[in-house]
């Protein structure tokens, strides 16, 4: 299960639902639920063809995502990496540690301490090979 368009999408949206209500990603995961997930999932290839800011806005609106206080592109000191790139880390993180469900293993991801990591845009952590944030995912911490 390498290269999950669906999947690519689903981590996107999170990112950019994220940076819009400034919230944790893994609040957004949360708020989304796995229901929505699974639908957001299903039906990736047609949300696809919209564009990403009204996805988020019915899915910031139906699922009740408020404004937080999280900012993690202004406190970024370098160049902001565009949410689809943060949405391809968590793809391929989700594809290398996954078991039997798919969507489980995304809200695993996302409530896990990576989110932290993955979040922090003045560190190079998201720019490490997924080899290495696999290890990292399963080891529990940052790997020297």
């Known amino acids: 299960m390498k290269n999950d368009i669906a999947l690519f999408y689903v981590c996107s949206l999170i990112e950019f639902i994220g940076r819009k209500q400034r919230q944790r990603r893994a609040d957004v ?19 696809h063809c919209e564009l990403i800011e009204r996805v988020a806005d019915e899915f910031i609106t139906s699922s009740g995502i408020p404004v937080g206080d999280f900012d993690n592109e202004s406190a970024c000191e370098y160049e902001v990496p ?7 880390v968590y793809e391929r993180l989700i594809e290398d540690v996954c078991g039997d469900d798919l969507i489980r293993t995304l809200m695993e991801v996302y409530s896990s301490w990576i ?22 995912y399963r080891e529990g911490k940052v790997l020297e």
């Open 115 to 136: 989110d932290a990591a993955i979040s922090n845009y003045n560190s190079d952590f998201f720019y490490q090979p997924r080899d290495y944030i696999r290890e990292c």
């Open 29 to 47: 995961a949360a708020l989304l639920g796995e229901r929505t997930l699974r639908h957001i999932y299903d039906y990736s290839d047609v949300l």
């Open 82 to 88: 565009d949410y689809w790139t943060i949405g391809e």
